[in-house]
């Protein structure tokens, strides 16, 4: 006999990462008017950092398909060579930087990138001023690179991406469950996220809508209610 539930395949979903897709407030207009500006840095390197899940990656997917940048972890920097890891690009974005780059393959990137006339992104946590690198030929550059925050979401923007986390599963909700979310949930991405996921969770498992009394159940789930 079935008790009511029903079994969740947990099939990832894959985020809209389009420029008509980016949601813009006072959060992150000054990072996307430095995009919009591209190629006119006046450095060979822009820094966009802010917490986690605050659109940095999305940002940096804008900006590779103008610019048709290669997108690096931080990680993969010290795999291969410059032109190798380039790949015939004169642009290149690293995700996830943080001091613990290895300073050496970071600064021979940097130079390859400015001798090709290229531009480099750079997107992570904090401001590479507040790096501790080993290579002062690396502070000195990037600290030269202007660094533009994304601050944690305004109301505007918090709704906004809401809605649009909710619509990137396919899930429908009424404004009276975003107002009653905004009013008591933690302000923050990735709290936003966390709440849309929880919600998927809890509706597909039980087979119900996204309405408020489910909302509520949610928040007291994460502890937020």
């Not at 985020?15 to 591209?38: C, H, K, Q």
């Not at 590779?64 to 940048?69: G, H, L, Q, V």
Request: proline share 6%; with cysteine.
């Amino acid at each position: 006999m079935s008790d009511g539930r029903q079994f969740v395949l947990d099939f990832p979903h894959r985020p809209s990462l389009g420029e008509g897709d980016y949601l813009v407030s006072e959060s992150n207009i000054e990072a996307i008017s430095w995009i919009d500006i591209w190629p006119e840095w006046p450095t060979p390197a822009l820094a966009v950092y802010g917490p986690p899940g605050c659109g940095k990656t999305h940002l940096g997917h804008v900006w590779r398909a103008r610019s048709k940048a290669i997108l690096l972890d931080v990680s993969n920097i010290p795999a291969a060579s410059p032109p190798e890891l380039l790949g015939g690009a004169v642009n290149c974005i690293v995700d996830n930087a943080c001091e613990g780059v290895q300073a050496e393959a970071f600064l021979h990137l940097y130079n390859h990138i400015n001798e090709l006339g290229g531009k480099l992104l750079i997107l992570g946590q904090s401001a590479p001023a507040r790096w501790a690198l080993s290579l002062a030929d690396l502070s000195s550059r990037l600290n030269a690179a202007p660094a533009i925050e994304i601050k944690e979401p305004d109301d505007n923007l918090l709704r906004a991406l809401l809605s649009k986390l909710f619509q990137d599963r396919q899930l429908k909700v009424g404004e009276d469950v975003l107002d009653y979310l905004l009013t008591r949930m933690e302000r923050s991405f990735d709290a936003a996220r966390e709440v849309v996921e929880v919600s998927d969770r809890i509706g597909l498992s039980q087979g119900r809508p996204i309405t408020v009394n489910l909302a509520r159940e949610v928040l007291g789930r994460l502890g937020t209610n």
